[in-house]
């Protein structure tokens, strides 16, 4: 049984920063890419950031230059600063991961999602 665990989610004024933390735990091989999806009222959820086990990233056109995601393999970790907040960054946010069991299977696994709000 594997779980994400998200941290770091809160109530910011624009212009402001949070950073967001996951962590994967339980019986885990292996991670491959890890993410970040964030889905507003009325909206469809959409990626916001992505980053493979390489280290190679790849990021929404709304957050770019302003979003780092970053991830830490040792601790099964990936996280999201966000700088230069805006009110319509205001979202559930959350983490994504493609593991591989100690069966080689593929899966696919989702956090419980965090709230950002952003005043303006």
């Known amino acids: 049984q594997v779980q994400l665990g998200e941290s770091g989610g809160g109530l910011v004024q624009a212009g402001g920063s949070l950073r967001l933390s996951c962590a994967a735990s339980g019986s885990i091989f292996s991670i491959n890419a890890m993410g970040w999806y964030r889905q507003a009222p009325g909206k469809q959820r959409e990626l916001v950031a992505a980053?493979?086990?390489?280290?190679?990233?790849n990021y929404a056109v709304s957050v770019k230059g302003r979003f780092t995601i970053s991830r830490d393999n040792a601790k099964h970790t990936v996280y999201l600063q966000m700088n230069s907040l805006k009110p319509e960054d205001t979202a559930v946010y959350y983490c994504?991961?493609?593991?591989?069991?100690?069966?080689?299977?593929?899966?696919?696994?989702w956090g419980q999602g965090t709230q950002v709000t952003v005043s303006s």
């Open positions: 980053i493979t086990s390489g280290g190679s990233t």
């Open positions: 994504n991961a493609g593991l591989t069991g100690w069966d080689y299977a593929e899966y696919d696994y």
